[in-house]
């Protein structure tokens, strides 16, 4: 059973720019989740998907948008690059049933420095 | 307002010694409570989690935290720590196991 993997694990990009980030979610799992963890804070929820549509999302800007895959994989797109979104971007998988959400699992995350 | 915290930014504990981590929260509702570590450049290990029951949850690596309703809080506890402990901790709340929201974290540093 393989766990979450994210790619790439580092990344610098200029302001202005756009990043995508990967996210392949654990076997078995159909959720994925993305946070931000800015240097010395706790993660904080960016959205969830599943099955294939965004389902909840936190407090962050529409140039934050996402993907999900039919392998359940997951997409990060940030546009418009700001310094302030210099940060340890973290996915989650989980298996969604209709009484709730099950085996939450961090892959390692993407360091995204912007310059 | 749906908020986590942790009063503590750094801990400093000598290798045997005992363990508590503080946390309190404020959620609207019944709340899932969770403690996670984090060791430096990796994601995010699940230790413990309460959302009913017994108030005394026992997690992971020998750790455990107990929930106080009329407190709003949930500690996290280790009665002998070992030098391997030194990492990041977070106390979460969430509506069930997702969507979580994190305090902003408790570095534990461990005295040889």
């Known amino acids: 059973e393989t766990g979450v993997t994210q790619s790439p694990t580092h990344l610098i990009k200029t302001r202005g720019q756009q990043v995508t980030l990967r996210c392949s979610s654990q076997s078995g799992h159909n959720t994925v989740s993305w946070y931000q963890q800015a240097l010395g804070q706790g993660p904080q929820f960016i959205f969830q998907y599943y099955r294939e549509e965004e389902n909840g999302r936190g407090n962050f800007p529409p140039r934050f948008s996402g993907l999900q895959f039919p392998n359940y994989s997951s997409e990060l797109n940030v546009n418009a690059l700001e310094l302030d979104d210099s940060a340890l971007y973290l996915c989650a998988s989980s298996w969604a049933s209709g009484t709730g959400n099950y085996g939450y699992t961090f892959g390692s995350g993407t360091r995204l420095t912007v310059v | 307002a749906q908020s986590v915290t942790q009063p503590d930014i750094h801990i400093t504990v000598s290798e045997g010694a005992s363990l508590e981590l503080r946390c309190n929260y404020s959620?609207?509702?019944?709340?899932?409570l969770f403690w996670y570590v984090q060791s430096p450049g990796q994601g995010l290990q699940l230790l413990l989690k309460?959302?009913?029951?017994?108030?005394l949850v026992q997690g992971i690596k020998g750790f455990e935290a107990e929930f106080k309703r009329s407190q709003s809080s949930f500690n996290l506890r280790k009665p002998s720590v070992h030098w391997s402990d030194a990492a990041e901790y977070f106390c979460a709340v969430g509506p069930r196991d997702d969507k979580i929201i994190f305090g902003k974290g408790t570095r534990l540093h461990i005295l040889p």
């Open positions: 959620y609207g509702a019944t709340p899932y």
């Open positions: 309460y959302f009913s029951g017994d108030t």
